[in-house]
């Protein structure tokens, strides 16, 4: 079985959707993710994965690194779809999703070294495929608040 994983970065107006549980016994937020099963692609571990987890159905926009993907989900509401128990992944022994949840880009507090690493990679991947959504000033603008 595989212990690739694959993730889902979710941007709606100026807020990023983040799963939040316990890692390890510790409260943590971390984006919507899950194991690539075999015979499945990346692309459709992270759609099924926000189906599960999320209650959503996403979009894949672009690869960001890795297996790593901006998703859109539009205008739909991500409810809570499972409390998960990943018993038998090595890179996350204990881990749980209790709730999902928004947080805005603003909130330059809540974000880790972790998220914004990703949050560099979505930067110059979206100045690559000139995209720019709504978005992408607040996520320079957190980028430059970190580094200082």
Known sequence: MSKERAQAVII????????????D???RHFFI???????????????????????VDGKIIFNIVD????VDIGNQIPILGYIS?????????????????????????SFKDIDIKYFIFLEKKC?????YPIWY??????????KV
Do not use: C, M, W
Request: hydrophobic fraction near 30%.
């Open 127 to 131: 100045k690559a495929l000139n995209y």
């Open 12 to 23: 709606e107006e100026d807020s990023v959707l983040l799963g939040i549980g316990k890692i």
């Open 85 to 109: 128990q990943e018993e038998d992944d090595l890179e996350f022994p204990e881990r749980t999703l209790e709730d999902i949840k928004y947080i805005s880009l603003d909130d330059y507090e």
């Open 67 to 70: 297996n790593t993907y901006l």
């Open 33 to 55: 993710s899950g194991k690539i099963q075999e015979g499945e692609t990346p692309e459709e571990a992270v759609i099924r994965e926000l189906r599960e987890e999320a209650n």
């Open 137 to 146: 000033e607040k996520l320079r603008n957190l980028i430059e608040h970190y």
């Open 25 to 27: 016994g510790q409260i």
